[in-house]
């Protein structure tokens, strides 16, 4: 397994600090559950074109796995405004949590509301299931999400053909 020496994985108290409270200069998020007064707004966040092809699965379909497959979606905002979406489970074989999907909106794009976005999600999985690993995937091809993901701490671990293999370690709440 690589690492990149810039980072480390979150795997203490002082570590998870870092996802504790977003710096001054960064955007503030919050996630939301989804439910009647939302769901159709989410459906209606987009990412660019040139991202397409790296997010190709639309919000409803994940609305619709989410309803069906037991998985958990969210609304991002700040302040009022939607700006994303994001989705986790837990994998019934090993118990693990995987973000499943995670986007912005492409309005709201290089603002800095990705990463808060992100690390809000880290902090709402981790104090709401107190978990010490966080997986997701990402296709090789999404530059911007792998140097994204890899300036939080998450490893690669792997690469099945088409998504790369991300984990972030916790320490257990």
């Given at each position: 397994?690589?690492?990149?020496?810039?980072?480390?994985?979150?795997?203490?108290?002082?570590?998870?600090?870092?996802?504790?409270s977003?710096?001054?200069?960064q955007?503030?998020?919050?996630?939301?559950p989804?439910d009647?007064?939302?769901?159709?707004?989410?459906?209606?966040?987009e990412?660019?074109?040139?991202?397409?092809?790296?997010?190709?699965?639309?919000?409803?379909?994940?609305?619709?796995?989410?309803?069906?497959?037991?998985?958990?979606?969210?609304?991002?905002?700040?302040?009022?405004?939607?700006?994303?979406?994001?989705?986790?489970?837990?994998?019934?074989?090993?118990?693990?949590?995987?973000?499943?999907?995670?986007?912005?909106?492409?309005?709201f794009?290089?603002?800095?509301?990705?990463?808060?976005g992100?690390?809000?999600?880290?902090?709402?999985?981790?104090d709401?299931?107190?978990?010490?690993?966080?997986?997701?995937?990402?296709?090789?091809?999404?530059?911007?999400?792998?140097?994204?993901?890899?300036?939080?701490?998450?490893?690669?671990?792997?690469?099945d053909?088409?998504?790369?293999?991300?984990?972030?370690?916790?320490?257990?709440?």
């Amino acid at each position: 397994m690589n690492r990149d020496k810039n980072t480390k994985s979150p795997n203490s108290d002082e570590d998870m600090e870092r996802f504790g409270s977003p710096e001054r200069d960064q955007p503030t998020v919050e996630l939301k559950p989804i439910d009647e007064n939302n769901w159709y707004e989410c459906t209606e966040l987009e990412v660019s074109d040139e991202q397409k092809n790296v997010f190709p699965v639309s919000v409803v379909y994940w609305l619709a796995e989410s309803a069906y497959c037991g998985f958990t979606p969210l609304a991002v905002y700040t302040g009022e405004e939607l700006i994303g979406f994001a989705v986790y489970a837990v994998d019934p074989d090993d118990g693990s949590y995987w973000i499943m999907a995670y986007m912005i909106d492409h309005k709201f794009q290089h603002k800095g509301l990705g990463r808060s976005g992100m690390e809000e999600l880290v902090r709402y999985i981790h104090d709401k299931h107190g978990c010490d690993k966080i997986v997701l995937g990402h296709r090789a091809e999404n530059e911007r999400a792998s140097r994204l993901y890899a300036s939080l701490g998450f490893e690669e671990v792997g690469r099945d053909g088409i998504e790369i293999i991300r984990e972030l370690t916790l320490s257990k709440s």
